[in-house]
């Protein structure tokens, strides 16, 4: 969907949800990991994020929690969660959502994100706010 997504994101919308599935490409290289955070925006073709949901999938990752790594994360992830609306995060293991239920936590977004380790539970939770229009095939 865009370039800016560096390879580290497969992005596609669906009605007012942006699913931004995270690959299998390692972050080592954070400069350009933390610009790819640029092609979610890209991928909205100039609409304000504010008017979209965003499901971020994250399963496909290799899981990374260094001190430098979280530390150059914590602002990107908080700028995501800032300027969208409703997020679903969606996790493969007990040990991922552990982690990001405390990111959440700890950036006060607790009313706005919610971690799940189901796609059509997290797309339900997101439809609750009665904005999606499209279904997942």
Same mark, same amino acid.
């Given at each position: 969907?865009?370039?800016?997504?560096?390879?580290?994101?497969? #992005?596609?919308?669906?009605?007012?949800?942006?699913?931004?599935?995270? @690959? +299998?490409?390692?972050?080592?290289?954070?400069? +350009?990991?933390?610009?790819?955070?640029?092609?979610?925006?890209?991928?909205?073709? !100039?609409?304000?994020?504010?008017?979209?949901?965003?499901?971020?999938?994250?399963?496909?990752?290799?899981?990374?929690?260094?001190?430098?790594?979280?530390?150059?994360?914590? +602002?990107?992830?908080?700028?995501?969660?800032?300027?969208?609306?409703?997020?679903?995060?969606?996790?493969?293991?007990?040990? !991922?959502?552990?982690?990001?239920?405390?990111?959440?936590?700890?950036?006060?977004?607790?009313?706005?994100? @919610?971690?799940?380790?189901?796609?059509? +539970?997290?797309? #339900?939770?997101?439809?609750?706010?009665?904005?999606?229009?499209?279904?997942?095939?």
């Amino acid at each position: 969907m865009s370039d800016l997504l560096e390879g580290f994101w497969d #992005a596609r919308l669906l009605g007012d949800v942006l699913v931004a599935c995270r @690959t +299998e490409k390692h972050s080592g290289d954070m400069v +350009e990991f933390l610009r790819s955070f640029d092609g979610f925006y890209a991928a909205l073709g !100039g609409a304000q994020a504010s008017g979209f949901k965003l499901l971020i999938d994250l399963r496909a990752s290799v899981g990374r929690n260094d001190p430098e790594f979280e530390e150059r994360l914590v +602002e990107r992830r908080r700028e995501l969660f800032r300027r969208f609306g409703q997020t679903a995060v969606l996790v493969r293991s007990a040990v !991922g959502r552990m982690q990001v239920q405390r990111h959440v936590d700890e950036d006060g977004f607790s009313g706005s994100v @919610t971690v799940f380790s189901s796609e059509p +539970e997290a797309l #339900a939770w997101l439809q609750q706010s009665g904005r999606l229009t499209s279904r997942v095939e």
